[in-house]
């Protein structure tokens, strides 16, 4: 079982978080998306206080984690929001249960991983990474749960693996992407080596109803939880209440 926290009132909004993190990257928008929806925040398998399942972290054992708290919860279907890996697991959902998803949000993730795109997840998996920004200590303090003050950085590493190009399960090909039928926002950096833009151009042109906003000189780091937070709540919001 997930754990979650859930705020608000009306439609069912469920944000996945990215790789490494937890449901905390989401507490910038939690305030201002609750005014109109109920948000449902779980940490994924693996992180935070949700535990590991099998040996490897993989997409689609998320997106069943994902199932089971909506069974749970008792929504039929509800909106997803992810970012990252937490978009990779929105994408498989849909794909593989779209009667489940009334309307997708994808923040900053492609629909497939090469080595290109994924030489940027391989550095995030360095611990060295996180000591340079300064955020290893808040990553030990969220994901103790899994093992203690080191875990995170096992954390770290289960999301490189699930997201490794020769055996991932975020490998979707552009056919497929015409078959989604839920409304669609993606967002991106017009600058993120992650999630390229030439690869989120494609996705627009493959999704039949999807939107696309892109954010100028933003990495895969977009500041969508300092300067950018009241903005991007309020995108998400504006593109959730659209009537088409």
Do not use: C
Not at 117 to 140: C, F, I, K, N
Not at 141 to 148: L, R
Not at 218 to 223: L, N, P, W
């Amino acid at each position: 079982m997930l754990y979650y926290t859930e705020t608000g009132q009306g439609e069912p909004l469920i944000l996945l978080h990215s790789g490494g993190m937890n449901g905390a990257e989401w507490k910038p928008q939690l305030l201002a998306l609750a005014r109109n929806f109920r948000v449902i925040v779980p940490d994924h398998l693996g992180h935070g206080r949700s535990p590991m399942v099998a040996e490897r972290l993989t997409v689609s054992d998320m997106g069943r984690a994902v199932l089971e708290l909506m069974d749970t919860l008792q929504l039929p279907r509800a909106t997803l929001v992810g970012s990252s890996l937490g978009g990779a697991v929105s994408l498989w959902i849909t794909l593989h249960h779209p009667e489940r998803v009334a309307r997708l949000v994808l923040y900053r993730v492609g629909y497939r991983k090469d080595e290109d795109s994924h030489a940027g997840t391989r550095s995030m998996a360095d611990p060295e990474y996180w000591r340079g920004v300064g955020l290893q200590g808040w990553l030990s303090d969220i994901h103790k749960p899994q093992g203690g003050p080191d875990a995170w950085k096992t954390v770290i590493g289960r999301v490189a693996d699930a997201l490794a190009p020769a055996t991932t399960e975020h490998a979707h090909d552009l056919e497929i992407l015409k078959q989604i039928v839920q409304p669609t926002l993606l967002i991106v950096g017009d600058r993120d080596p992650v999630a390229p833009l030439s690869q989120i151009l494609e996705m627009y042109e493959a999704i039949p109803n999807s939107g696309l906003w892109v954010m100028p000189y933003a990495s895969h780091v977009t500041a969508s939880n300092t300067w950018r937070a009241e903005a991007f709540a309020l995108e998400v919001t504006r593109f959730l209440q659209r009537q088409k």
